[in-house]
């Protein structure tokens, strides 16, 4: 079942331009050198592929930064 749902999220994630940035590798808790390997290799994939082109989109929508969002309604509440 989860090699099904993780093919289904690939697919999604390629019709949405963010092809390869999601990967699923069996680790066993005794091999250590094969995650490292593993998130190594992964890191450098994701780092080739550069920054999302998602983020490249919504940077044209003005956001309020979450830290801000809450320290408004921080002072709100204690007011």
Same mark, same amino acid.
């Given at each position: 079942? /989860? &090699?099904?749902?993780? =093919?289904? !999220?690939? $697919?999604?994630?390629?019709?949405? %331009?963010? $092809? %390869?940035?999601?990967?699923? #590798?069996? &680790?066993?808790?005794?091999?250590?050198?094969k995650f490292?390997? !593993? !998130? +190594? #290799?992964? /890191?450098?994939? &994701? +780092?080739?592929? %550069?920054?999302?082109? &998602? *983020?490249? *989109? =919504?940077?044209?929508?003005?956001? #309020?930064?979450?830290? #801000?969002?809450?320290?408004? @309604?921080?002072? @709100?509440? *204690? %007011?």
């Open positions: 079942m /989860t &090699i099904k749902r993780i =093919t289904f !999220v690939q $697919e999604m994630l390629k019709f949405m %331009g963010l $092809e %390869g940035r999601l990967h699923l #590798e069996w &680790i066993s808790s005794a091999e250590a050198q490292a390997r !593993v !998130v +190594t #290799e992964f /890191t450098d994939k &994701i +780092t080739h592929l %550069g920054p999302s082109p &998602i *983020a490249k *989109a =919504t940077r044209l929508i003005p956001m #309020e930064p979450y830290g #801000e969002k809450r320290r408004k @309604h921080e002072y @709100h509440k *204690a %007011g």
